[in-house]
């Protein structure tokens, strides 16, 4: 049985689901981003105790197949972009296709509807907070992470970041150099 769990983000998501499962006596096959594969079916009550603990932390059990189909492609993009380094051997329209074994036409379409938003849009911002997270490492420089993130060139990279956020990359990197000077040596 897969159960699928909203607001999974990151391998810490996953390990807090993982816990919270065992410390109720259910010992998981897989956990992944957005869903979990189990031996047996929940019982009603692990179903309520679950909903309650994963609300403390901020995910929620999905039911609704829409539901699940758009976090499916969330939890799929934010792996991409965030855990494989964007290494996209297809375009993205092919990949989602073939992660979820449907014509991309169909969920597109649903994933506007729903989230408001293109799934493109969807993949930029999360290259873009990506980016932002590069930028406060400061181990590369703006044209590693575009390479790094399959930019086309720098001024690519800059024009997405600006639309997205508002400000240059160049500004926000030294609006995070300012917020840590003034977090770290407690001035400002």
Known sequence: ???????????RCKMVVRSELEKIGIFPVSVGLGEVELLENLKENQKQELEMKFQSFGFELLEDKTTMLIEKIKSLIIDLVHHQNNTLKTNLSNYLSEQLVQDYSTFSTLFSEVQGATIEHYFITQKIEKVKELLMYKELSLSEIAVKLNYSDVA????QFKKITGVTATHFKQLAD???KCNFFLIC
């Open 156 to 159: 690519h990279l800059s024009n």
């Open 178 to 180: 300012s917020s840590y």
């Open 1 to 11: 049985m897969k159960i699928y769990i909203k607001n999974m983000v990151c391998d």
